[in-house]
């Protein structure tokens, strides 16, 4: 049986998990040293290649070659190869690292990248939150129902602060404050907790 604390936190994780893997953000491309045809720089596109690869090396990983090209394209537009170069990060080393962190991460970047993440059109966020259950907890919940969970959590403000947040280090914020406890929301969707998995 599953107590609240641990579906409280598989929830955050599935939840959370897709900034610490690369979720990108509305932002213009910076210049300078040619442009891909996206619209990045020949070196920015060169870490966007990177962490497309890094994010497909992750088993479980929510996300489609697509999906990752356009959150990875999105992501290296905010953040910009100088900064990454700041940080010590290279393509080569982004390419080999399945979990990819963040280390200076802005209040600037971060809400930048929250705004794709949830209304930026990479992916459909209900269908994205299903496939991230099922890959952290072997849960089945069917599309509709995951599109209720994801719509209730992601039209919350609190879940999208709490998001933020994550991606600057901090995992104390409370991403249900706004919706309920969890099985409040849960009861909304019509999912059992079992739906969830082990």
């Known amino acids: 049986d599953w107590s609240s604390d641990v579906c409280s936190s598989d929830l955050r994780r599935v939840a959370l998990a897709a ?27 060169a ?16 996300f489609d070659e697509a999906e990752s090209r356009c959150l990875a394209e999105g992501t290296v537009s905010v953040i910009g190869a100088d900064t990454f170069e700041t940080w010590g990060m290279t393509p080569d080393s982004i390419a080999k690292d399945s979990a990819i962190q963040f280390p200076d991460m802005t209040q600037d970047m971060a809400q930048r990248i929250s705004d794709l993440y949830f209304d930026g059109g990479c992916f459909d966020f209900g269908q994205m939150l299903g496939r991230a259950m099922a890959a952290t907890s072997g849960s089945t919940i069917e599309a509709e129902k995951a599109a209720c ?24 914020a409370d991403p ?15 999912i059992d907790a079992s739906d969830l998995g082990n």
């Open 19 to 45: 900034g610490l893997l690369g979720a990108a953000a509305l932002a213009l491309a910076s210049c300078g040293g040619g442009t891909s045809s996206d619209g990045l720089s020949t070196d920015e596109q």
């Open 47 to 62: 870490y966007a290649d990177a962490m497309v690869t890094s994010m497909q090396l992750d088993p479980g990983s929510p």
């Open 176 to 190: 249900f404050a706004e919706v309920g406890d969890i099985y409040s929301v849960l009861d909304k969707c019509g």
């Open 149 to 172: 969970l994801a719509d209730t959590l992601s039209g919350s403000q609190a879940f999208r602060d709490a998001f933020v947040a994550s991606m600057m280090g901090d995992d104390s």
